[in-house]
């Protein structure tokens, strides 16, 4: 069973910095694409950063590049979510989600930043 455990949210002000963790089992981990997904209030989720495990590549959307880093620890079946420089419009739920079983999602974990 695919499970995926999110963490490391919190309040912070804005141009702060926060680590989400995304746990992982159930699955090979590096046989897949790791994704974060963020949902604010009253918006679509949004896919914002990719790690192809396999070979490290990673994809950002405009918004987050250059200030959010995603890396993953293969011994850990762990994906991270750097995020340095944090604006008030980065303000949401943070999920992620594998290539392995993309109609499973965890509880998410929530980010808030203060202006």
């Keep these: 069973e695919v499970?995926?455990?999110e963490s490391g949210g919190g309040l912070v002000q804005a141009g702060g910095s926060l680590r989400l963790s995304c746990?992982?089992?159930g699955f090979t981990f590096d046989n897949y694409a790791i994704?974060?997904?963020r949902q604010a209030s009253g918006k679509e989720r949004e896919g914002i950063s990719c790690i192809t495990v396999s070979d490290g590549s990673t994809y950002y959307?405009?918004?987050?590049?250059?200030?959010f880093t995603i890396s993953s620890d293969d011994?850990?079946?762990t994906v991270y979510l750097?995020?340095?420089s944090l604006e008030s419009e980065d303000t949401a739920v943070y999920y992620c989600n594998s290539g392995a079983a993309p109609n499973v999602w965890g509880q998410g974990t929530q980010?808030?930043?203060?202006s």
């Design 23 to 25: 746990a992982t089992s």
């Design 3 to 5: 499970q995926l455990v």
């Design 61 to 67: 959307i405009d918004s987050v590049k250059g200030r």
């Design 75 to 77: 011994a850990e079946n």
């Design 82 to 84: 750097q995020m340095n």
């Design 111 to 114: 980010v808030t930043v203060s």
């Design 35 to 37: 994704t974060w997904f």
